[in-house]
């Protein structure tokens, strides 16, 4: 009779961080993100990346929040503009989990652009970082987590969305599913913990994300619990509770944001949506911005 060998306990292996090892990942990223953004870098505390338009919003809305903090998060959504409008943060995005990292530095220094640029550059360092993760949890090599965090830290789609803080701020994904495929791979409830923190933070990122990350989610986790049978049940009520869990700490968010589209009618026309969607063809463009790619490709 063949004995039966687990290899729960060496996909643990791999798939474990020492902290040594995630903070040299952590300062491969930040020089990586400084030398590649160095012109951020030279006017870090007094002019900001890209243009005035969403950076200047979303500098103030930072400072809002870190504002609000100090308060008990009262008269959160009342932001100072729209006035008479109420819950008038809700027109945009609140931010929160950026603030929650950043609200440190405003209280610090009182410099709200030298937070945002923080923030910009913190974005390179957590996508590179959350994809090393993710990639050498799946293939146990340090080597494919370094390109394939350089890869997904420095893509060009990057340079088309400079100005929008909250669509660069992507790196939770990597991290949720890391934590994800750490648990269908040893069953640690911890790693659970970890996925449904990354999803919620990478909600209160980017609003959008919430929506287009969790297709992703219920797919990973559909193929993964069709080749667990055995495990399947437990998994199905780990997963249900974790469900339950990210459901409660988005609700607040949610309804804030419902009331005011329901206050204000605010509904996407059909033109509208075709317009700011994305076609084939799309996939072939590449930013002005870029210095390699931006001449050389031509629109299509």
């Known amino acids: ?52 338009g969403d950076p200047l919003l979303n500098t103030w809305i930072l400072a809002w929040d870190a504002d609000r903090f100090r308060h008990g998060l009262d008269g959160f959504w009342d932001a100072p503009m729209f006035f008479p409008y109420p819950s008038a943060l809700a027109y945009s995005e609140h931010l929160l989990g950026v603030a929650i990292f950043t609200a440190p530095l405003q209280w610090l220094t009182g410099n709200p652009i030298l937070v945002y640029n923080v923030a910009y550059l913190g974005s390179f360092v957590l996508a590179g970082t959350g994809m090393y993760l993710l990639t050498k949890s799946i293939t146990g090599s340090r080597l494919a987590g370094v390109v394939g965090g350089m890869a997904f830290a420095f893509l060009p789609y990057r340079a088309d969305q400079a100005p929008h803080l909250q669509v660069l701020l992507y790196g939770w994904m990597p991290i949720s599913l890391w934590g994800l495929h750490r648990y269908f791979e040893s069953g640690q409830r911890k790693m659970l913990v970890v996925f449904a923190f990354a999803f919620v933070l990478q909600g209160f990122s980017n609003g959008y994300f919430f929506y287009f990350f969790t297709a992703v989610v219920v797919i990973v986790a559909s193929v993964e619990l069709i080749y667990r049978v055995r495990q399947r049940p437990m998994m199905l009520v780990d997963l249900t509770c974790t469900a339950l869990l990210m459901g409660a700490m988005v609700a607040p968010i949610a309804i804030a944001y419902m009331d005011v589209r329901a206050d204000m009618s605010l509904v996407r026309s059909r033109s509208e949506m075709v317009m700011f969607s994305a076609n084939a063809t799309s996939y072939l463009h590449a930013s002005q911005d870029l ?3 931006g001449e050389n490709i031509e629109t299509l």
């Open 291 to 293: 210095a390699l790619w």
């Open 1 to 52: 009779m063949k004995q039966r060998v687990s290899i729960a306990p060496h996909l643990t292996r791999i798939a474990a961080m020492p902290v040594g090892e995630l903070a040299i990942v952590v300062g491969i990223f930040s020089v990586l993100a400084t030398a590649s953004m160095h012109w951020v870098v030279r006017n870090i505390t007094a002019a900001l990346p890209s243009d005035l």
